[in-house]
């Protein structure tokens, strides 16, 4: 079997296991693949998958490379040595101080082929780095205990004898000046930084902060779930908003309208984290919503997203034409903008040229021109398009077609030789194409210019603790299961709860697509002004699943649970 071409070459670990016959090439690649989509590490899949257990990987990484190896149960966890290193690098590389011995520190890890974690203790400390070979399963668990708790950079907030809460404009102006002055604060400081680094180790995509009349609560969105993290003292409010406005380059004195801004977490040399910064006056103060943008999440791969392989190959058939258009379409948060990115990673090769125009570009990409749009100063996405096209481009992404005009300069770039992808709002693939009859483009345009739709959800993936259960084949049957499907050798999977999903189930989240090529007799019926359904039925006879369809397979393959599939899609 062809390695994938998309994948760096193997290497540490799995590079040795292959060689020693442990583990085939292509077993390690689909690890590595599986390990970067839920942000895990390779050994944590490896013992997820079977294909072998904490401790025997520990012994091999122990006889392979020469390192000692220890059984961490029985190492005194008060003789750690947990000041010996930044608590933020215990965290983001799993590994533990364990002693000194003059100018050198022992370090407990699972991965001794972690170069990037030693090289980061060594430069941190100053220190020589003596690898230790630890198992992973007992690993984890010291590595959360060493982690620093909410619960003591919250008592050291409160301690702080702070109060900002002022009546007429004289003493608000006070407290402006007041925040602008104690901004700095360290136990302010240093919460901020540990809520950023959390939420970037458990995968939210989204961190909230909501002040209320009586409390003050954060909350992360994990696999698209919103879970309540701390409630900090309601005094600190003001000195939490006035910090994230401070390095967000907002304006701390204007409360009374929302800000949109952009902040940026250097975690290494090799890793930036930047967000998306958005306040929004309310009764009781500002709520602070910052969106994560990790650039690995556009670097994963087609393969990672979650495709079927028929419609993996549709779509990437559609991008590889010349010109036209390929829409993506799905509510906020489904995953459009890390299609469409991974799309434009496809295409970015030195001979093309590549423009996009989005509102904000979310995640910089080497070789594209990305455009910020910006509605005050005159840029908007029809002025963004027409500069565009006077660029000599061969691929333009637009963000979002939100009007007629930015809909109909699209569609004809489309029609000029250009290749066009861009987002819509619309709850699956064969309601795009009305949606963009009822914005007033002509139905021939729409015809001879959009070459495929994909459509999407995310619905959250079950964790290696899974269960098999039993449901009433009625159930499965009024979900969208045909006889067929019932008589096949598989089984129904539901949730678990295990450390790692922290007892939810879930970990990590699956695409389900619903892709349609506008083939000539969707053409048709599009020239013919033909409803919704008319083309849904169309789309069905060309073999076009939609999005229960291919949310059922996922739940056949044990991906998904049932229920997710039904939250998240209408028969």
């Not at 910052?290 to 779509?315: C, F, H, M």
């Not at 500069?387 to 939100?402: H, N, S, T, Y």
């Not at 009305?434 to 959250?460: K, Y």
Request: aromatic share 4%; hydrophobic share 40%.
């Amino acid at each position: 079997m062809a390695a994938n071409p998309q994948s760096a070459p193997l290497s540490g670990l799995a590079r040795a296991l292959v060689q020693a016959g442990r583990l085939k090439e292509a077993e390690a690649e689909s690890l590595l693949t599986q390990a970067a989509a839920s942000r895990t590490s390779f050994i944590e899949q490896m013992i997820a998958a079977k294909k072998a257990s904490a401790l025997e990987i520990a012994r091999f990484a122990a006889d392979t490379f020469g390192f000692p190896l220890l059984d961490l149960a029985a190492f005194d966890e008060a003789h750690l040595q947990q000041n010996a290193i930044d608590r933020k690098l215990i965290a983001t590389h799993r590994v533990i101080p364990l002693y000194k011995r003059g100018n050198r520190l022992a370090v407990a890890t699972a991965d001794p082929t972690n170069l990037r974690a030693l090289d980061e203790i060594r430069f941190q400390t100053g220190m020589a780095v003596d690898p230790v070979v630890v198992e992973e399963n007992k690993l984890a668990p010291v590595v959360a205990k060493l982690s620093e708790s909410t619960e003591d950079t919250l008592k050291s907030l409160a301690s702080d004898d702070i109060n900002l809460e002022f009546t007429d404009d004289d003493a608000q102006a006070k407290a402006d000046e007041a925040s602008t002055v104690e901004v700095d604060d360290a136990p302010v400081v240093r919460f901020i930084q540990k809520m950023l680094l959390d939420a970037i180790n458990d995968g939210a995509s989204d961190i909230h902060f909501e002040p209320y009349e009586k409390s003050y609560r954060i909350r992360f969105r994990v696999d698209g779930v919103l879970r309540e993290i701390a409630s900090p003292p309601l005094v600190i409010k003001e000195k939490i908003a006035s910090r994230i406005k401070v390095i967000s380059r907002l304006n701390i004195a204007e409360k009374r309208v929302p800000q949109d801004g952009r902040m940026k977490l250097v975690l290494s040399k090799s890793r930036t984290i930047d967000f998306r910064v958005s306040t929004l006056p309310t009764l009781y103060g500002e709520k602070i919503v910052l969106r994560i943008l990790d650039p690995s999440s556009a670097q994963l791969g087609i393969e990672a997203l979650g495709y079927d392989p028929d419609q993996k190959a549709l779509l990437l058939d559609a991008i590889q034409r010349p010109y036209g258009m390929v829409l993506v379409t799905g509510p906020t948060g489904s995953g459009k903008t890390v299609s469409l990115y991974t799309c434009i990673n496809i295409l970015n090769e030195p001979g093309i040229n590549i423009s996009t125009a989005e509102d904000p570009a979310e995640i910089p990409l080497p070789g594209i021109n990305q455009v910020n749009i910006d509605d005050r100063s005159g840029l908007s996405f029809p002025v963004a398009l027409k500069a565009f096209l006077r660029q000599d481009p061969d691929i333009i992404m637009v963000g979002e077609i939100r009007d007629l005009e930015t809909a109909e300069i699209s569609i004809k770039a489309a029609q000029t030789g250009h290749m066009v992808l861009s987002t819509l709002h619309t709850n699956d693939a064969p309601s795009t194409l009305t949606r963009l009859m009822n914005m007033g483009i002509p139905t021939f345009n729409i015809a001879s210019s959009i070459l495929l739709i994909t459509a999407q959800r995310l619905a959250r993936r079950l964790c290696n603790c899974k269960q098999p259960i039993d449901v009433p084949v009625e159930t499965l049957l009024n979900a969208g299961f045909s006889e067929a499907d019932l008589d096949g050798g598989w089984t129904l999977y539901g949730p678990g709860a295990c450390d790692r999903c922290k007892g939810s189930g879930y970990k990590g989240r699956v695409g389900i697509y619903q892709v349609m090529p506008v083939t000539e007799d969707i053409q048709r019926i599009i020239m013919a002004n033909g409803s919704e359904i008319d083309i849904a039925e169309q789309a069905a006879k060309n073999g076009v699943r939609d999005l229960r369809q291919s949310g059922l397979i996922k739940v056949k393959q044990g991906l998904t649970s049932l229920e997710e599939v039904l939250a998240t899609t209408n028969l």
